[in-house]
């Protein structure tokens, strides 16, 4: 099992981010391309993580409006294995040339409001965020007794971490949430626990807070799982 550092773009540090991959000499880092990654932002992300300590990027979030060529210069400049995309309907990738060539990369994400049991025929399995799974679960929504049924008949092939904290009203939809990609305190990571046995062999912290932050983050979770 690998955790995965991330540079996630739901808020505007990730450039700070980036330059701490080198201040750490971090190698391996993976990308949550959201909210405010457009294509413009996408290339400038590019042209500092070429010049980090970054060799690879073995997973990635794709953002909605990314095209092939795209994909394929991620595969080739930074060889990127596995790739992740929502379900239709929620910011979902749009490219048909990527979808079809690279049906055996991409992973279809589990969300808490909406049913993937018939997207996910047309992907190479299932991309399990855990935070999404656990605010189903506490919310009893039937998207959570959905999600493990899938995960014991496809293959999860990446997974999300983030944190779960107490219930909160969310600045996105404006409902109660448990979620958050930003943690405060180690042991809102403690629910991965009631899901060790689905999780795959790359992980990533789907987090906002800093590389340091991150770093600690990863500590305690390796240990948690051990």
Do not use: W
């Not at 993580?49 to 930074?78: C, G, Q, W």
């Not at 992907?123 to 995960?151: M, N, P, Q, V």
């Not at 014991?152 to 909160?168: E, N, Q, V």
């Not at 790359?202 to 240990?223: T, V």
């Amino acid at each position: 099992m690998k955790i995965l550092i991330s540079i996630t773009t739901t808020n505007k540090d990730y450039l700070k981010n980036i330059k701490d991959l080198k201040k750490f000499k971090i190698k391996e880092v993976a990308l949550f391309f959201t909210l405010y990654a457009t294509k413009t932002v996408r290339q400038k992300i590019y042209k500092e993580l070429l010049k980090s300590s970054i060799n690879s990027i073995p997973a990635v979030h794709l953002r909605n409006d990314m095209k092939l060529d795209e994909i394929e210069y991620l595969i080739r400049t930074f060889k990127t294995k596995i790739f992740n995309t929502h379900p239709k309907g929620f910011y979902e990738l749009k490219d048909k040339e990527t979808l079809k060539k690279y049906k055996k990369q991409i992973y279809i994400e589990n969300l808490e409001i909406i049913s993937i049991k018939e997207e996910i025929k047309n992907f190479a399995g299932i991309c399990l965020d855990t935070s999404h799974l656990h605010d189903a679960y506490l919310k009893k929504r039937e998207s959570y007794k959905e999600t493990i049924k899938l995960l014991k008949t496809h293959k999860c092939g990446f997974a999300h971490i983030s944190a779960i904290k107490k219930a909160y009203i969310s600045p996105y939809s404006k409902q109660l949430a448990y979620s958050d990609h930003f943690f405060n305190n180690l042991n809102e990571f403690d629910y991965l626990k009631k899901y060790k046995k689905y999780l795959p062999k790359y992980l990533a912290l789907e987090i906002e807070n800093d590389i340091s932050d991150q770093l600690r983050a990863k500590k305690y979770i390796q240990k948690l799982l051990k």
